[in-house]
């Protein structure tokens, strides 16, 4: 079953923070964020495992609590570059032995300068 | 290391034709997937591809969609005849370890445009 990214949209100014949730109705096994920039190929962004994972890199940093089977991504401070969609991708232990992600609809966003 | 290929980039057809997307994935991936996102709504699963064999096809719309991987290098997805639904970006993406712990690569998609 797909999950449900929150918010669908957000604009921000430079130097704002942003948070985008993805909640799942399943168990997981761990969780993905992509972000893609229009006409390119998603991106790799990181991946959570179970256990309240959290992790992050320069301005951009992600919590995974495996109890809620939610997580969200954080961005802080903004750069015109954050621009995008961002995806999260959920790996659900109901899927068997197939592991394959199932991907929110994105939350889309710009940073203005 | 070269990424995911995918061609062609865009690929206008006619409802009734037929259609045939490939993938060239990072060498030494096993897993292969397929994907498509139709204007605005998720990445939609289609199929999973380990090596040559197929892994999940539970994603697939029906029996107008054909995909191979044939050796476990490069793969097909087919489309025929096509469908104005079928209209969407067709992304591949791959990754070295199950469940890809190792994130996967996207390919820059197939934009496919059924008239």
């Known amino acids: 079953q797909q999950p449900v990214q929150s918010p669908q949209a957000v604009i921000l100014r430079e130097g704002e923070d942003a948070v985008i949730n993805c909640s799942s109705s399943k168990a997981l096994y761990s969780v993905h964020w992509y972000r893609q920039k229009h006409g390119e190929a998603p991106v790799f962004l990181m991946i959570l495992l179970k256990g309240g994972e959290q992790k992050g890199h320069d301005k951009i940093s992600a919590s995974f609590n495996e109890k809620k089977q939610q997580s969200s991504l954080y961005l802080t401070a903004s750069q015109l570059s954050y621009s995008g969609t961002y995806f999260c991708?959920?790996?659900?232990?109901?899927?068997?032995?197939?592991?394959?992600?199932?991907f929110g609809s994105g939350t889309q966003l710009t940073v203005l300068p | 290391e070269a990424g995911v290929t995918q061609f062609p980039s865009h690929s206008v057809i006619e409802k009734g034709q037929t259609v045939t997307l490939r993938c060239d994935p990072i060498?030494?991936?096993?897993?292969l997937y397929w994907y498509r996102r139709v204007m605005g709504k998720e990445i939609k699963f289609l199929l999973h591809?380990?090596?040559?064999?197929?892994?999940?096809e539970s994603g697939m719309p029906n029996n107008r969609f054909l995909a191979e991987r044939t050796g476990g290098t490069y793969s097909t997805l087919k489309v025929q005849p096509a469908e104005l639904e079928d209209s969407g970006v067709y992304f591949c993406?791959?990754?070295?370890?199950?469940?890809?712990?190792?994130?996967?690569?996207f390919g820059s998609g197939t934009r496919l445009t059924v008239v």
């Open positions: 991708g959920t790996d659900q232990i109901s899927s068997g032995s197939a592991r394959q992600l199932t």
């Open positions: 993406a791959s990754s070295q370890h199950r469940g890809g712990m190792d994130g996967y690569t």
């Open positions: 060498s030494g991936h096993d897993n």
């Open positions: 591809f380990v090596k040559e064999s197929k892994q999940d």
